[in-house]
């Protein structure tokens, strides 16, 4: 048995996790009958409540992550059943693996880790046994199947430390990353545009643009398109409908008074001190020392930020607040008495009292009444909408008996306009089929819609005349292109070395100690790639939209050595000597479970499952 070994403090967790989760039994899944078992690894069997509590953890937790129900046929669509089991299959293998070295920790470490884990402790913060065993009975463990699981999460740990110990990663990866990541590059490089051609282009004749367009369809694709047909219903066009009473626009007023009658505020900074006296001092020093405020601040070693009380009435700064709502902006006042003790204020600002009158308030009231009468309008609509869709009748038959607007739309995608701006309308777009039927979706905004779709076209080739102007710009920027890239390549003979650019004619940009991250403006894709693939004084053109980029590397700087850099380097390492751990433990792991040669019960495993929801 080895000695002196504990079980790591994320080992416990993990296994509490499982057991607090699992609170109140494997209860949402009952099993009967003399099952176990769902297998075996090696001499280790592998639980059903272990493999049925993991599997409703596992489910329960990606609930709460999304917010959704996870119905289990969807949890086995996304493996979820599978991997748990891959889990437990592997961690048998490994408890069957350290039995067969003789691997475990003493009496005493299990102790001193079941008295430390705050579930099992009382008020007093002491180890209770009434609440140890009433939490593992709620679990559907005994005492002696909880300890024995601890013994084996420490006896794995104890495993993976043995297996992990001592590797490192060579430091010539690390150094190789560092080099790829910091080491840095100097250029000078200009754009050529079609101001720069010496001989305009020609205008291309129709025959020229056709042969472009068939060598480039793919660049004049249209997108997947549908045609759809839509009846909308928002809540403004029930606001003809929609009558507000008089006495709910003043009881509206009413109820919101703060916000219609508001008393005057001020804008005011708050300096407290620890005493009268230190108090009476500091203005002593602003009236006689010529001190400012700002350097009381600063001796108190605060920030403005510090002593901000932002915008207060006048009630609640108490005693201080006739004083304070006396004073000017930009006057100080005080030692006056504040909650944490005397202090001096300095008025900032001045909002004035706003006193709105209901005759005032009325309209935006009415607007806002009314739209929340319309949205409850439409929302009570929506059944009976939905119903006669149901029995047959069509959109546009629908907007002729109702205050539904018919409509149609070539929605791509890329569509964000009229009603495709609605997120619950391009969600039911993207979706729809030619088998689905009308029915009534809800918008964000309180109305309601239905759909159909009439047509569906695939991406395609746009025809050549709509596409027109698109081809004579495209045919347009590649000739230039291709005409100032000829042009450079004269001008590349002569910028080698430290030749200077702007004697060939140039506007020289220099970039200085730039790594391979950096973003250069104005430069194509894929234009530091480039540049780190060139070796000193070498010169190159690049392609751009339009326009050609000439660039010379003039120097290539290895990566500086300083703290941040060692800082980098020390963080890849361990990184790197991290990952190679967990691969080389996966790889022990695999071994592992081949050698115990795991075998699964189907028809246990079909029991359980047949259990869930």
């Known amino acids: 048995m080895a000695k002196g070994s504990s079980i790591s403090k994320t080992a416990v967790w993990i296994l509490m996790g499982l057991l607090i989760l699992g609170l109140g039994g494997f209860g949402a899944v009952n099993l ?33 992550q999304t ?97 992990t110990a001592g590797v490192v990663m ?37 025959e020229e643009l056709r042969a472009f367009y068939d060598e480039n369809q793919d660049a004049f694709m249209l997108p997947l398109t549908k ?36 008393p005057e505020r001020r804008l005011v900074e708050r300096l407290v001190f620890a005493d009268q006296e230190s108090a009476d001092r500091a203005a002593a020093a602003l009236e006689v020392d010529g001190t400012t405020f700002n350097a009381l601040v600063e001796e108190r070693g605060l920030e403005l930020a510090d002593i901000d009380l932002g915008d207060v009435g006048r009630l609640e700064l108490d005693a201080a607040g006739e004083a304070v709502f006396a004073a000017e902006v930009g006057d100080i006042v005080g030692p006056l008495p504040s909650p944490l003790g005397p202090a001096l204020f300095r008025v ?39 119903d006669q869709l149901a029995g047959g009748v069509t959109l546009e038959q629908m907007a002729e008996e109702t205050h539904m607007t018919l409509g149609t739309i070539d929605w791509t995608p890329e569509s964000s306009e009229g009603i495709a701006a609605y997120t619950a309308f391009r969600d039911v777009a993207a979706d729809v089929t030619a088998e689905d039927f009308p029915r009534i979706e809800q918008m964000e905004d309180g109305g309601v819609f ?28 590649d000739q230039t292109v291709a005409q100032l890239t000829e042009q450079a390549k004269e001008l590349v003979q002569t910028l080698g070395g430290t030749a200077s650019f702007e004697e060939a004619g140039l506007d020289a940009i220099i970039e200085e100690n730039q790594t391979r991250r950096a973003f250069i403006d104005g430069t194509p894709d894929g234009f530091m790639e480039a540049v780190f693939g060139m070796e000193p004084g070498a010169v190159t053109v690049l392609p751009g939209d339009g326009n050609v980029v000439i660039v010379r590397l003039d120097a290539i700087d290895e990566a500086s050595e300083n ?24 790889v022990f792991a695999d071994d592992v479970v081949r050698r115990a040669g795991p075998k699964v019960d189907q028809r246990a495993l079909q029991a359980v499952h047949v259990n869930f929801p």
């Open 348 to 386: 900032n600002g001045v909002l004035p009292a706003q006193n709105t009158t209901f005759e005032e308030a009325r309209p935006a009231l009415q607007a806002e009444l009314a739209t929340g009468r319309a949205v409850r309008a439409v929302e009570a609509r929506a059944q009976e909408l939905d």
């Open 170 to 206: 060579p430091a010539t990866y690390a150094d190789t990353l560092m080099t790829y990541i910091a080491q840095e590059r100097s250029f000078t490089w200009s754009v050529l545009d079609d101001s720069n051609l010496t001989t305009p282009l020609a205008d291309p004749t129709e």
């Open 227 to 262: 045609k759809i047909t839509y009846a909308w219903l928002s809540p403004d066009a029930m606001l003809d409908q929609v009558e507000v009473p008089e006495e709910e626009l003043r009881r509206a007023y009413d109820d919101r008074a703060a916000e219609f009658q508001q």
């Open 563 to 586: 703290e941040e850099s060692a800082a980098l380097r020390a963080r890849l390492s361990d990184q790197l000597s991290q990952t190679l751990s967990q691969d080389l433990y996966s």
């Open 67 to 163: 917010g959704e129900s996870l119905p289990f046929a969807r949890a086995q669509e996304i493996g979820l059943d599978r991997a748990v089991l891959q889990r437990l299959v592997r961690n048998r293998a490994l408890d069957h693996e350290t039995a067969q070295l003789g691997l475990s920790i003493g009496d005493e470490a299990l102790r001193e880790d079941i008295l430390n884990i705050p579930a099992f402790q009382g008020v007093d913060g002491k180890f209770d046994r009434d609440a140890y065993r009433f939490a593992l009975q709620q679990g559907g463990l005994s005492e002696g199947e909880f300890e024995t699981s601890l013994r084996e999460e420490a006896a794995r740990t104890l495993l993976q430390r043995s297996v």
């Open 450 to 477: 239905a759909l159909r779709l009439d047509e569906r076209l695939e991406e395609r080739p746009e025809p050549f005349e709509q596409a027109r102007d698109d081809v004579l710009a495209a045919w347009t920027a």
């Open 32 to 64: 009967s009958g003399n099952l176990r078992s769902i297998g075996t690894v090696g001499d280790k069997s592998i639980p059903v409540d272990a493999y049925a509590r993991q599997l409703q953890n596992e489910i329960r937790a990606i609930k709460q």
